[in-house]
């Protein structure tokens, strides 16, 4: 059974980048037809998908974030990063690592980090 878990600084200033990890125990980020998204939750709000990764390394962004987006990934260690770049407080939100198989439908979560954009 796969496994997903995030991690990075809790905290990051306003105008910075923010970087999270994600590492993936129990199957390999490189399987065929499987893609690694990033998703958050800002607080009172739902749910917004920033992004993911695909087995191929091909990238596809929310076209609302994809200005400040980059994910990419390390298959030496089974990690998929996200960077976000210029943050502000509006950026404050639970972030979440997915995977999802061929009909896209995100079937495992880690199980999110909060980042807090504050001075």
């Known amino acids: 059974q796969v496994q997903l878990q995030e991690s990075g600084p809790g905290l990051v200033k306003p105008s910075q980048t923010l970087s999270l990890t994600c590492t993936v125990a129990?199957?390999?980020?490189?399987?065929?037809?499987?893609?690694w998204s990033w998703i958050r939750q800002p607080p009172g709000k739902g749910l917004e998908w920033i992004g993911y990764i695909a087995y191929s390394t091909s990238t596809y962004y929310n076209p609302s974030l994809k200005s400040r987006t980059s994910i990419s990934r390390d298959t030496s260690k089974n990690q998929f990063t996200l960077q976000l770049s210029s943050v502000t407080p509006e950026d404050t939100a639970v972030y979440y690592c997915?995977?999802?198989?061929?009909?896209?439908?995100?079937?495992?979560w880690g199980q999110g980090t909060l980042v807090t954009v504050s001075s």
């Open positions: 997915a995977r999802s198989g061929s009909s896209r439908e995100l079937d495992a």
């Open positions: 129990g199957g390999s980020i490189t399987t065929f037809n499987y893609y």
